[in-house]
Nanobody, 113 residues
Framework: QVQFVESGGGLVQPGGSLGLSCVAS????????VGWYRQAPGKAREWIAS???????AYEDSVEGRFTVARDNAKNTVYLEMNSLKPEDTATYYC???????WGQGTQVTVSS
């Protein structure tokens, strides 16, 4: 089963930017979607964005206009560019192939002054 590894988290001030990466352990043939999710302390994990091989993307309302998903299929990598970060964006961020039940370790994002 293909594994995805997230990286790029860290501490950023409100209003700042941060970029996350999601790398697949192997090349996945055909068209497939990758979703970004996050889980804040004490809250359920939630979907925030998706990216499909053909270029289609989708965003949850609270991140639309601030977060951008991009992908480099040649590198088996999906990126999440986060701008105008808010304290409520603090969470552990995960990526996984849409339809898969396999979760990675995630990467922590903390937005605080």
């Amino acid at each position: 089963q293909v594994q995805f590894v997230e990286s790029g988290g860290g501490l950023v001030q409100p209003g700042g930017s941060l970029g996350l990466s999601c790398v697949a352990s192997e090349t996945i043939p055909g068209d497939y979607g990758v979703g970004w999710y996050r889980q804040a302390p004490g809250k359920a994990r939630e979907w925030i964005a998706s990216s499909w091989t053909g270029g289609a993307t989708a965003y949850e309302d609270s991140v639309e206009g601030r977060f951008t998903v991009a992908r480099d299929n040649a590198k088996n990598t999906v990126y999440l560019e986060m701008n105008s970060l808010k304290p409520e964006d603090t969470a552990t961020y995960y990526c996984k192939r849409i339809g898969s039940s396999s979760w990675g370790q995630g990467t922590q994002v903390t937005v605080s002054s």
